[in-house]
Every structure is written in structure tokens, then in C-alpha cells.
């Protein structure tokens, strides 16, 4: 089921975090951010791994102490993942973490005091190429728009990242991305979409403080996915009250259900019903489980009877169909063989991972061609 999004992306002008290009043509990054203290170094080098390992392109840090500053230099020499730190108000924890090797600084230009304080630390950003996040968020938005507002809405939440764009418009520095996330889908998405047409820096997405994982997941899946399918959004991150490695893996389902972007295997399966030959449940259960792991991109269906089945195996790259006695598997849209329910799992994850070695191995081929 291979085809091309029909999403046409806004055009924004591209800014590197780290390694990463975010903007322009580039994918859509996927980031989360640690839950961890902080000065806890172990643990925050083991979370961001494994955020790492789940795909994540990019990880923001909170950094609120210098002592928090001086853990912040030691994790990044132990991770390879880009590392944003995340700053409220204090200046020098910003300026440290920029001689610490930090690869983005989301800090608000309007909150950090005088003028002399902002441009040391926009000069900081500019002399090491390190972009600048402007984060506006509905629980924090100014006094003075709280008043004029009365309450956070989409304008407000503009207005409030407009100033901040001014100042660093004031300083001719325009290495930067802007977020404006709301706990309330309607005005994240509407205040995406108004400065989305003002500005031409990439547009970092969220819901925030979505809730637990299921409700969390529903909702960043419908703000996001209005925004995405305007074409607006070059990074996003799917806020949970959950393990952050679930961030990355809802986010990249996101991207995948919209064709932006893929990674790992996508799934097709039936609900299931009384005419299911096989617990089509407990199978996905047990397959998601184990195939964790695999970062190829492969459509597989797993559908219960041969009423939808055999339609759906064909256009997938691996598909069963529940039959009676056995179960009829296909490959690249051919029927292959026929596999029993008593070894369905074990056989199915078997095939899956020798397809995966064999694309693995088409890949390897062809990258050593081209480095000859």
C-alpha cells in the first residue's frame, strides 16, 4: 500500500538543530522531553536513549538551576541525540548551557529581563549557531495579555509570539522555530493556523498537557492531525502524562496514518467478529510486543476471515487471512503458504523478521555499491 501524501507542507525556511534540519524539505522531526531530575545524570542519559532508540530525533531538557546547567554538560557527552534546554527567566543558566554544547535553547526572549541580558544571550545563540525556540503557552502567557484577553485564546497566544519574535527581529536574529500549544485543541489549532501565514520559521507542534496516554493520545491526534494536514508543523511532540518512549512511538504513528513520514512496521488489522479463524487480538497483542524493535518500514495486515482478508493482504507487503483449516499468508501480495493456528504467532514473527533481514540486506547492497 505504497503511495505518496497528498499533504502539501507549508514552505518554511530551514534551521539546524544539531544534526537535525528542521524546515524546509526536511522530515518531520519527532522529539519528547525527559521526565527525569535533572541533576540525576544516570537516569536522564538512560531515559534520553532511550527515547533514542524509539526513533526520537530530538530531546528537550529542562534545565531550571546552574547545578541542573552543570549536569546538563555532562549528559551531552554521553548521548548523540540533539538536546534542546528548556530555560525560564534566568539568563546565565542560558549562557552556560550554550558553552556546554546545548543544540537548542527554548528560552523566551520577553522573559529573561533587560536588553543587555537578551542580547547576550542571542549573541551566545548566534556566535555557536544554536537556534532559539520561542515557546508560547496558554498557562503562562503575560499579565498584561491576561488582562487584555481576559483568558487565553488564539490571539492571545499570537500576540504573545510576536513579541518575542520582535526582540530577536530587533537583534536581526532569525535562527529560530516558535511552538503556541494550548491544553484546549480549537485554539492551538487556530492559533497555529493564524501565524503560520505571518512568519516563515518552522513551526514546532503540540497539544499540551493532553492528558494521560489514552485521552493525551486522542487528543494530540486530532490538533495535530488538522494542523499536519494543512501542511503546517516541521517537529512535534505528543505531550502525555505517560512514559515519554510512548511519545515517540504516538508520534510516529501519527506521521504514518498521514503518509509524512514511516517507521517500523504499520499494521493493518480487523476489529475482529464471529467470522475471525484466529484470536486476530491476542495476536496484534503479541506481535506489537515483540516487533517493537523493528525500525523498517513494512505494511502487514492481519485480517481475521476472507471477507476483507484476502483484498487487504495483497496490497500489503505481508498479510494473512484467517481460513479454515489454516490461515492463508501472503508476501508481496501473492499467496505463500499456510500456517496453524497452534504456531500462528511464533510463525508470523518469524516471517516478518526474514523479511526485515532480507530489506535490511537490499539496503546494505546498495549503500556499498555507491560508496565504490
Not at 10 to 23: A, E, F, L, N, Y
Not at 65 to 94: C, T, W
Request: hydrophobic share 40%.
Amino acid at each position: 500500500m505504497k503511495h505518496e501524501s497528498p499533504i502539501k507542507r507549508r514552505q518554511s525556511r530551514q534551521i539546524m538543530v544539531g544534526k537535525v534540519p528542521v524546515g524546509g524539505d526536511a522530515p518531520i522531526a519527532v522529539q519528547s522531553m525527559t521526565n527525569t531530575d535533572t541533576c540525576d545524570v544516570d537516569a536522564t542519559v538512560a531515559q534520553i536513549r532511550a527515547l533514542e532508540e524509539a526513533g526520537a530525533d530530538i530531546v528537550r531538557v529542562s534545565v531550571p538551576s546552574m547545578d541542573a546547567a552543570e549536569a546538563f554538560g555532562k549528559i551531552r557527552q554521553q548521548v548523540n541525540v540533539p538536546l534542546v534546554s528548556d530555560i525560564h527567566f534566568d539568563y546565565k543558566i542560558a549562557l552556560r548551557v550554550a558553552e556546554l554544547g546545548v543544540d537548542c535553547l527554548r528560552i523566551n526572549p520577553g522573559n529573561i529581563g533587560r536588553d543587555d541580558r537578551v542580547s547576550a544571550v542571542i549573541e551566545a545563540a548566534r556566535d555557536r549557531g544554536i537556534p532559539i525556540r520561542i515557546g508560547v503557552n496558554a498557562g503562562s502567557l503575560e499579565k498584561s495579555l491576561q488582562r487584555k484577553y481576559g483568558e487565553p485564546t488564539a490571539d492571545a497566544l499570537v500576540e504573545s509570539a510576536m513579541r518575542h519574535i520582535d526582540i530577536l527581529d530587533r537583534y536581526d536574529f532569525q535562527n529560530f522555530k516558535v511552538s503556541l500549544k494550548a491544553s484546549e485543541v480549537f485554539m492551538t489549532v487556530d492559533a497555529y493556523r493564524k501565524i503560520a501565514s505571518q512568519i516563515d520559521q518552522p513551526l514546532h507542534l503540540g497539544i499540551t498537557e493532553a492528558g494521560g496516554f489514552r485521552s493525551g493520545t486522542v487528543k494530540s491526534s486530532i490538533g495535530l492531525g488538522m494542523l499536519l494536514m494543512d501542511g503546517i508543523g516541521d517537529t512535534i511532540r505528543v505531550s502525555l502524562a505517560a512514559d515519554p518512549v510512548q511519545e515517540i512511538k504516538v508520534g510516529y504513528d501519527i506521521l504514518k496514518s498521514l503518509r509524512l513520514r514511516s517507521r517500523g512496521i504499520n499494521f493493518i488489522a480487523c476489529p475482529s467478529c464471529s467470522r475471525q479463524n484466529f484470536d486476530v487480538i491476542q495476536t496484534m497483542n503479541d506481535l506489537e510486543a515483540r516487533l517493537e524493535d523493528v525500525n523498517t518500514s513494512m505494511d502487514v495486515a492481519i485480517i481475521g476471515c476472507i471477507v476483507n482478508g484476502p483484498g487487504e493482504a495483497k496490497e500489503a507487503d505481508i498479510g494473512l487471512t484467517g481460513g479454515s483449516p489454516k490461515n492463508l499468508f501472503y508476501m508481496a501480495g501473492k499467496p505463500n503458504q499456510k500456517l496453524d493456528n497452534a504456531t500462528l504467532t511464533d510463525d508470523l514473527e518469524r516471517l516478518i523478521r526474514e523479511e526485515v533481514a532480507r530489506r535490511q540486506e537490499q539496503e546494505e547492497a546498495i549503500i556499498a555499491r555507491s560508496d565504490d
